[in-house]
């Protein structure tokens, strides 16, 4: 039976956890808490503790899926928890001779750039603030091990409990005065590819060092704003400001592996979100 450790078991970690182990995969996740997951073997270890990682040895995973949250936007909080946590991570599979592959969650802010241009793996990515640098100083790790390897540079999630754009949408006084370009990724897309590639993984069939997950439209901040307002039947009465800044992002690199997804743009997103909060707060009534 293969085997998979994934360290950093939670929102979107945790998603990926139950889906593997309903596929007959051994299942081990690391996670602050000692809340248990049905299927999934829970660890509760502190990545930034080196001592209380050594469990971890004995594990021995054909896959190791990186996928922490940093504790607060700070670089102090970055470098603990991706690069000293995931140093300190590879450090307990340096003698397991099982490994084939190891993905790291980072984060499309490795990109710094602010043009119209469509950014892809191609384009070297030029952080512009402490947590791209983080991310990119961690994403260096992994040149050093000796098995497979791959980054997802994933952009901003969305998705249940991930209800930011939604709650801000119904308040067009608070909307940002600048109109930037934004990417976005499904948390259930996210998921999924990621099960994807351990599958691919797994079949030893080819993957590439590094993929940008995000949907297939870069929209600017005030047309997915605009949208979810007129969704909700609400009159916003906004002037859009043209765009300004922000970035455009490519999703081809994933798309060429044969994954389809779900919610191709934010419109297919958040049409099937906002029917499961207009349904949850009906219950309510």
């Known amino acids: ?31 602050r808490s000692d809340a248990a997951m049905n299927g999934v073997k829970i660890i509760q270890a502190d990545i930034t503790d080196s001592a209380s990682l050594e469990v971890l040895k004995s594990i021995q995973p054909d896959i190791l899926i ?7 936007q700070t670089d102090e909080q970055y470098k603990a928890n991706y690069v000293d ?15 084939k592959h190891v993905f790291f969650v980072s984060s499309t802010r490795v990109y710094g750039q602010k043009n119209d241009a469509l950014l892809d793996e191609s384009i070297p990515a030029i952080a512009s603030d402490f947590g791209g640098d983080r991310l990119l100083e961690a994403e260096a790790l992994l040149n050093k091990l000796s098995c497979n390897t791959t980054v997802l540079r994933l952009s901003g999630i969305y998705g249940a409990g991930r209800l930011r754009m939604i709650n801000l949408a119904k308040s067009p ?7 930037s370009w934004s990417n976005r990724i499904h948390k259930d897309d996210a998921a999924a590819f990621m099960v994807f590639l351990v599958q691919q993984a797994l079949a030893s069939k080819p993957i590439a060092t590094c993929y940008i997950v995000t949907d297939s439209k870069p929209s600017s901040q005030y047309e997915v704003l605009s949208w979810i307002a007129n969704q909700m039947q609400m009159n ?5 400001p043209a765009i300004e800044g922000g970035k455009r992002l490519s999703n081809h690199s994933m798309l060429s592996t044969g994954f389809q997804l779900q919610y191709p743009d934010f419109m297919a997103g958040y049409k099937a979100l906002l029917a499961i909060t207009a349904s949850m707060d009906s219950d309510l009534v």
């Open 236 to 240: 916003s009465d906004v002037i859009t």
């Open 1 to 31: 039976m293969a085997k998979v450790l994934i360290v950093g078991c939670g929102d979107l970690g945790g998603t990926v956890a139950k889906q593997l182990s309903a596929m007959d995969i051994q299942v081990t996740g690391v996670r």
């Open 66 to 72: 990186y996928c922490v949250a940093a504790n607060g």
């Open 173 to 179: 006084q608070n909307w940002p005065a600048q109109n």
């Open 85 to 99: 946590g995931l140093c300190n991570v590879l450090a307990t599979q340096s003698e397991n001779k099982n490994l």
